[in-house]
């Protein structure tokens, strides 16, 4: 069955430092998708990355990095010098046809603070 | 440019009342969403559709249906509101198996 955990409830940081957010995900297809989205304090959700299981070059925007590693199926987010407008809930999320369906997972979400 | 566009964005129900919720999206999208969003569990798939006419069940299904009688609209329904139905939904859309979806501004329901 698909599922994808993050562990990390939430994290509070001081700006300026570097946070790391985790995803592990469970699939039983070899063809799937990786997200994150963000949703900050107004309640919206944002779009941030989408990732191919045959890609597994970390991929870097900015401050922001993703390290995709299918050898222990986890798909992390860091942020590097954090800034108080990175506060949010980020949810990272799975899509594939597992079963011939097309569903798009999301994980319990992990909530950053940033503090000034 | 509209998007996803949900309707209501806020409504109070008595426990018992039915109601529905209805996500509307312009872009011609093939699948649609929804979720319900409670605190400590996430995004979790309530009932979802690959195409105009069909829809099936996600991870928490019971005490909802959903209609897809046209492309651009999915009608979420409560026929019978309980308490544990209070949440934040939040319909979304994609054009293709496995892109990007995009998500409207959500529904505040509380059901008293």
């Known amino acids: 069955a698909q599922k994808v955990t993050q562990a990390q409830t939430e994290i509070s940081v001081v700006e300026k430092e570097d946070v790391t957010l985790d995803c592990v995900y469970e699939t039983r297809d070899t063809t799937y998708y990786l997200f994150w989205y963000k949703q900050p304090p107004s309640g919206e959700l944002v779009f941030l990355i989408r990732?191919?299981?045959?890609?597994?070059q970390n991929e870097i925007s900015g401050r922001y990095s993703w390290n995709f590693q299918k050898s222990t199926s986890s798909f992390n987010f860091t942020i590097t010098a954090s800034q108080v407008v990175d506060s949010a809930v980020y949810f990272c999320a799975l899509s594939d046809s597992s079963y011939n369906t097309d569903k798009l997972i999301f994980g319990t979400g992990t909530r950053l603070q940033v503090f000034p | 440019n509209a998007g996803v566009t949900q309707t209501p964005k806020f409504r109070v129900l008595k426990t018992g009342q039915s109601m529905t919720l209805l996500c509307a999206q312009d872009m011609n999208h093939e699948y649609m969403y929804w979720y319900r969003q409670d605190p400590g569990m996430g995004l979790r798939l309530i009932h979802y559709s690959v195409g105009e006419g069909t829809t099936a069940k996600g991870e928490v299904p019971d005490g909802y249906n959903v209609s897809r009688l046209k492309k651009q609209n999915f009608l979420l329904g409560l026929e019978s509101a309980a308490p544990s139905q209070t949440s934040v939904y939040f319909c979304?859309?994609?054009?293709?198996?496995?892109?990007?979806?995009?998500f409207g501004q959500g529904t505040r329901l509380t059901v008293v």
């Open positions: 979304a859309s994609r054009p293709a198996l496995n892109t990007e979806a995009f």
């Open positions: 990732r191919n299981s045959f890609d597994e």
